[in-house]
């Protein structure tokens, strides 16, 4: 296909959702993120910790609002952040400055490895990110960060969706596990 | 890995639109754009009846009770066999079952009729030009004489697609089913074909 032809798209974008759709994912949403927020602000004040809340609320969009999108199982969304997080924290080992650097590098590393592993889940990226450019708190944890927040926040927001997503009688969660 | 797929699917033809009607059907957000969609749907249509047509053995759709003449089966007998079975050919088989040729409709015309076509109509033109029936040639004839040899023949064993592979590059329209020693063991016409693929349908 010609290089500029392909840009001007092939099809047309899908339906929208209906309002029981939209009222779910809100709940979902809701609930999920004040579960990560409240763990959060209550145990890890600092602000560096905080910073991680974004990652997390990239990930309800998909765990709540798309439910049956692979980029959305708890495969993925448990397996992205934490090998992402694995990265950043790896990156800002080896590459502390430039800044800019480690951030391309964390957040483009994290994409291949999610995608070698199956467990692509977009937030990773931020969580990579994060890692990378959320100064000393973040860097003096380390490793920890892998599981404290990136995967603890995880596993919270996939409980949440277990219960949440199969409340109604026409959504169901997950697609799949393994 | 497809490469002896020689037949040609023929896909449904589905639209975006046909897509995007039946994503409104479902409740919930689908990853997926409709010409995404469209592509996974014709290629998982192709493997589908790859996956039929290597699973379905000749055995499983060949028709058992054989209607069968002898090489020195006269003519007349044959011809009446036909009529009377309501059926336009059969195997002929020696006296162990093993099946030594096929003698069709088509054989008698042809040897009726030396002209390019011979089907059914250029008979009917011969007998109004020569006023009486042309078969008169072929009364003294046996089964042999006439039927086709050797015959394409395949065995229990043999896949779906290649019974239609072989019906399709031959033009045949029926094919004796044999075991190891050539004897007959059933017939697959072009019949039990369609009725493999409309019980699948069903």
């Known amino acids: 296909m010609n290089f500029f032809v392909k840009m001007k798209g092939i099809t047309k974008s899908p339906p929208s959702v209906n309002m029981s759709e939209i009222i779910w994912s809100w709940i979902g949403a809701f609930i999920g993120i004040s579960a990560v927020g409240f763990v959060h602000y209550r145990f890890f004040e600092q602000h560096d910790f905080i910073l991680m809340i974004g990652s997390f609320g990239a990930s309800a969009v998909l765990v709540y609002g798309a439910i049956k999108s692979p980029l959305a199982q708890p495969r993925n969304v448990i397996g992205g952040h934490m090998l992402s997080a694995l990265i950043g924290v790896l990156t800002l080992k080896m590459i502390p400055d430039p800044l800019w650097l480690g951030s391309a590098v964390a957040v483009a590393t994290s994409i291949a490895l999610m995608h070698a592993t199956r467990t692509l889940h977009p937030p990773g990226g931020a969580t990579a990110l994060i890692a990378v450019i959320g100064g000393e708190k973040i860097k003096n944890l380390g490793f920890i960060y892998i599981l404290l927040p990136a995967g603890a926040g995880a596993v919270i927001l996939v409980i949440v969706a277990l219960i949440i997503n199969n409340i109604p009688k026409n959504r169901k969660y997950p697609e799949y596990w393994i | ?202």
């Open chain 2, 1 to 202: 890995m497809k490469d002896d797929f020689s037949i040609n699917c023929i896909v449904p033809e589905m639209s975006d639109d046909d897509i995007f009607d039946a994503m409104k059907e479902i409740d919930g957000y689908i990853d997926i754009t409709p010409s995404d969609f469209r592509e996974l749907y014709s290629k998982a249509y192709v493997h589908a009846i790859y996956r039929y047509e290597h699973s379905i053995k000749a055995g499983d759709i060949m028709t058992e009770d054989v209607i069968c003449v002898m090489e020195d089966t006269d003519l007349t007998e044959v011809a009446e066999i036909f009529a009377k079975q309501n059926i336009s050919g059969t195997p002929v088989i020696k006296n162990d079952k093993t099946v030594t040729g096929i003698i069709s409709e088509k054989d008698f015309l042809k040897k009726l009729i030396k002209t390019e076509s011979s089907n059914f109509m250029a008979v009917i033109a011969e007998c109004l030009a020569h006023k009486g029936c042309i078969a008169e040639s072929i009364r003294k004839g046996k089964a042999g004489d006439i039927m086709n040899s050797p015959v394409i023949t395949c065995t229990e064993n043999t896949p779906l697609y290649k019974i239609s592979e072989l019906m399709s590059s031959h033009k045949i329209n029926r094919m004796p089913v044999i075991d190891q020693n050539t004897r007959i063991t059933g017939i697959i016409t072009r019949t039990d074909i369609i009725k493999a693929w409309s019980a699948r349908i069903k």
